[in-house]
């Protein structure tokens, strides 16, 4: 009977014994809007802006952009929400962006990298989030401090105060206490951080075995990153795929991530976990999970600690 009633709660994200862990919505578009707040979404962790940009012959306007943004917040009132700026690359051309053919898309010319040469591009998103006001911001395929000053800087001179960088590639991960210094909070998301840490195409299937959230290095990079959050005294969320799955979310609350965004359908299966267990326990998960030399091992080891999870 517990279990059936934590799972019909929709309210704020916290362990057992009441450490909260805001639990956020990943969305890609206006449609998706209602789904995270019907699923009790504290806020939106990650909104993928693309859906804007996509299939068009000229970017959208600033005002078409703010009203896109406002509506988020709207949907929001008192929640945070973070823009994502457009994470765009060779893979997914756009006709105002003209990119040369790469024969590695993934590690040509995208996310923030692409606005070195189109600044205008992300001069106008930036306008447009700050004019909708109340929203933060963050980028996408960030490597080095250099790379985040440059983005804060942009931020800041269109009013924006609050201003974020993912943590999607290994260096940055690894050197996120530089990048701390430049922005006021990292989102790490693991789905490319998966792809570039294990060499791996996120994209093709015959190397997708690799992309088990539970892989040790991968929580050796979120534990290195959440360090360092915290020694910053700065938030650390996650904001990939592996935020979805109840056990891992404890893990990753042991490791010392502040929230937790996923897609809304992930949401109470994620809540009734944490709210299952103490930090304690999921501190434990953590250290148990990073003593694993497999992604099983890890699975299990941290599973031993988390009684009641699959
Ligand atoms: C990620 O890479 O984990 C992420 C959240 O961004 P996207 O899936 O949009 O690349
Ligand atoms: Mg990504």
Not at 55 to 63: K, L, N, Y
Not at 75 to 92: C, E, I, S, Y
Not at 208 to 217: G, K, T, V
Not at 222 to 242: L, N, Q, S, Y
Request: glycine share 10%; proline share 7%; aromatic share 4%.
């Amino acid at each position: 009977a517990r279990q059936a009633a934590l799972a019909s709660w929709t309210g704020p994200g916290a362990t057992a014994d009441g450490h909260p862990v805001p639990l956020l919505a990943n969305v890609g578009g206006p449609a998706e809007l209602d789904a995270a707040v019907a699923a009790g979404a504290e806020g939106i962790g990650l909104y993928r802006t693309e859906f804007l940009f996509l299939d068009r012959p000229e970017p959208p306007s600033a005002e078409e952009q703010e009203r896109a943004y406002r509506a988020a917040l709207e949907a929001f009132p008192g929640g945070k929400v973070v823009v994502r700026t457009l994470d765009g690359g060779a893979d997914k051309p756009l006709a105002f962006l003209p990119s040369a053919a790469e024969p590695n898309p993934a590690l040509g010319e995208r996310g923030l990298r692409r606005f070195a040469r189109f600044p205008e591009v992300m001069d106008v998103q930036l306008r447009a989030v700050a004019a909708a006001g109340g929203a933060a911001v963050m980028a996408p395929m960030v490597a080095t401090a250099e790379e985040a000053a440059w983005f804060a800087r942009e931020c800041h001179d269109k009013g924006l105060d609050e201003v974020g960088v993912m943590i999607e590639i290994p260096s940055a991960a690894l050197r996120a206490g530089n990048l701390l210094t430049m922005v006021d909070f990292v989102s790490i998301g693991t789905n490319d951080l998966s792809q570039y840490t294990f060499a791996a195409d996120r994209q093709l299937g015959a190397v997708s075995a690799m992309h088990d959230p539970w892989q040790p290095a991968l929580l050796d990079l979120v534990a290195i990153t959440a360090g360092a959050a915290a020694r910053a005294g700065k938030p650390c969320g996650i904001c990939g795929e592996a935020a979805a799955d109840p056990a891992l979310a404890c893990v990753l609350a042991g490791l010392g991530v502040s929230s937790l965004s996923m897609a809304p359908s992930a949401l109470a299966a994620v809540r009734a976990g944490l709210a299952a267990h103490t930090m304690e326990q999921c501190l434990a998960a953590a250290e148990a999970a990073r003593t694993g030399s497999s992604a099983a091992d890890a699975k299990a080891a941290a599973r031993a600690q988390l009684p009641g999870l699959d």
